[in-house]
């Protein structure tokens, strides 16, 4: 049941926001410039690569390994990226249990490919850096002649193994928030006394991806602008004022995303893979921060993946039971909603009150607005797969909401989509369990 009062009252909104996840989100900016910042004290503006490496891994747990798909989305078919995830969880010995990582992620083991070698490119990246697993996967990789970069806090086991390994180190940065929240073994806010189930910080995946986008840049894996990763990060500033938690929920889009998704099982298609990384985001980040299943396709695949939905229990048409039974007792039935997210770089109109080109809002709002909900008459083409969902989604009376960022540079769509997401999560979560 969603609290819509909670989201209209800032104090109760900080109240019940027990882990500082707002103020964490409203932080990214910053963590990004300090990220990039450190990273290049630490070496990386002196680095000299000769060529690319042949493929560039990244491993990781959680926002890390949501980093490492992130990049792979942005690098395309110019290079080869990919996320490396864990592959085993074995049994801590009964003699290490006082000093190992929570329990949530001790054990994890980490296995380099069979074709992993001198050519290749290893990065780890972790918010704790007491992962075993990855200490080992460092190891693995300096075996095998891989260059090697970890990301990890200062002093942690991963760190110092980063140094016999001769690794470039970069470091993590951590949320900016000294509340007095209880934090796991794993460095993780506690989500209430099951240290089993810690909630990850929701802003932790800028920690993790400005470094590495910034390496890649370097390295040519990722065709980024000079300034992207500066723009990146006052993007981040922008839609935390937009998503503030005093903005009114009719002028604060992830207030009103979030409305819109309460009691409703969420199909998050995507147009293309930078949509498609952050649609996957949100619906981590939706069991992450509102213990909401929702699920995630790439479009045409989606099409055919999920219609089987539009006809079960959760169709907007389904009720199989009898019409004139008394409902008055009964909680307000699940159903569907497809929330379509799209990058479209294409040239808008620029007459009276409408937008110009690389803008994300409605009509009347400033260039920078992030993306904003597209009008379901909007006369702009659409592609096949687009045209579909809208046709499938009509035919079955399933509400689909449709957000767009039409910032030409795929880093900051990415960025725009998912920080609007991200917040409503945070909503949402919040609103829910109130």
């Not at 619906?283 to 055919?304: D, K, N, S, V």
Request: charged residues 20%; glycine residues 10%.
């Amino acid at each position: 049941m969603l609290d819509d009062t909670l989201l209209d009252d800032p104090a109760a909104l900080r109240r019940a926001d027990h882990d500082r996840a707002l103020l964490a989100l409203a932080g990214s900016g910053a963590r990004v410039r300090t990220a990039l910042r450190l990273a290049e004290a630490a070496g990386l503006d002196r680095l000299r690569p000769d060529g690319r490496p042949r493929a560039v891994l990244v491993a990781g747990h959680g926002s890390a390994l949501t980093a490492g798909e992130m990049l792979a989305a942005l690098a395309g078919t110019a290079s080869l990226v990919a996320p490396l995830p864990p592959t085993d969880a074995a049994p801590v010995p009964r003699t290490d249990r006082a000093t190992a990582p929570a329990a949530f992620t001790a054990g994890l083991a980490w296995q380099l490919p069979g074709w992993a070698g001198p050519l290749d490119l290893l990065v780890i990246s972790s918010a704790a850096g007491g992962e075993r697993g990855l200490v080992a996967l460092a190891e693995q990789a300096y075996a095998r002649g891989c260059a090697i970069v970890v990301t990890a806090p200062e002093g942690s086991p991963l760190a110092e193994a980063a140094l016999q390994v001769r690794a470039l180190p970069l470091p993590f940065v951590p949320s900016a928030d000294t509340s007095d929240a209880p934090a796991d073994d794993d460095g993780e806010r506690g989500r209430g006394a099951e240290p089993d189930l810690p909630a990850e910080d929701p802003a932790a995946l800028w920690a993790h991806l400005a470094p590495l986008l910034a390496l890649t840049q370097k390295l040519g894996v990722s065709p980024l602008p000079y300034d992207a990763l500066a723009v990146t990060a006052d993007l981040l500033d922008a839609t935390a004022v937009r998503c503030r938690p005093d903005a009114a929920a009719y002028t604060n889009p992830a207030k009103s995303l979030a409305a819109r998704l309460a009691g409703t099982v969420p199909l998050l298609w995507a147009e293309g893979p930078v949509a498609g990384a952050a649609a996957g985001r949100f619906a981590a980040q939706l069991a992450e921060r509102a213990g909401r299943p929702a699920l995630a396709g790439l479009l045409p695949q989606a099409l055919t993946a999920h219609r089987g939905m539009f006809t079960g229990q959760l169709g907007a048409g389904a009720d199989p039971d009898d019409f004139f039974r008394d409902r008055v007792e009964e909680p307000d039935p699940l159903h569907l909603q497809v929330l379509l997210l799209r990058q479209t770089a294409e040239e808008a109109p620029a007459g009276p009150g409408q937008a110009g080109p690389g803008f994300g809002g409605a009509p009347g709002e400033e260039e920078d607005g992030g993306p904003a909900e597209v009008p379901a008459d909007d006369a702009r083409p659409r592609s096949f797969g687009v045209t579909r969902a809208h046709r499938l989604a009509a035919a079955h009376d399933v509400r689909l909401t449709e957000y767009a960022s039409r910032r030409p540079e795929p880093l900051h769509a990415l960025v725009e989509l998912v920080a609007l997401t991200d917040f409503a999560a945070v909503y949402l979560g919040l609103a829910a369990q109130s």
